[in-house]
């Protein structure tokens, strides 16, 4: 069964980091494409960052650029978000998603067939 599971989220400070991990089991991840999404309330879906599978290449959302690091284990079959210098704004729920084709940007939640359950992250003071 193929199964995808962040875990990581929480509450913390503004200006505060967090770990985000998406581990997969049922499938090896190396073949796919990684994507994180998130979403906050009343808001539409929006694509974070995203890590190729073939070549390692990322992007990150404007919103993210600089602030957030996505990087894959393939040896623990798990993808992680470093997510520092947190802001309000932040505050979602965060989801992880597999991709065995191509993606584009911004990203789009469609190019994703697998998804995890999601993790809260709340950012405030």
């Known amino acids: 069964q193929v199964q995808l599971v962040e875990s990581g989220g929480g509450l913390v400070q503004p200006g505060g980091s967090l770990r985000l991990s998406c581990a997969a089991s049922?499938?090896?991840?190396?073949?796919?494409?990684i994507g994180w999404f998130r979403q906050a309330p009343g808001k539409e879906r929006e694509g974070v960052s995203c890590i190729s599978s073939s070549d390692g290449s990322t992007y990150y959302a404007d919103s993210v650029k600089g602030r957030f690091t996505i990087s894959r284990d393939n040896a623990k079959n798990t993808v992680y978000l470093q997510m520092n210098s947190l802001k309000p704004e932040d505050t979602a729920v965060y989801y992880c998603?597999?991709?065995?084709?191509?993606?584009?940007?911004?990203?789009?939640?469609?190019?994703?067939?697998?998804w995890g359950q999601g993790t809260q992250v709340t950012v405030s003071s």
């Open positions: 998603a597999a991709g065995l084709g191509s993606w584009y940007v911004p990203l789009n939640g469609a190019d994703f067939g697998s």
């Open positions: 049922g499938f090896t991840l190396d073949y796919y494409a």
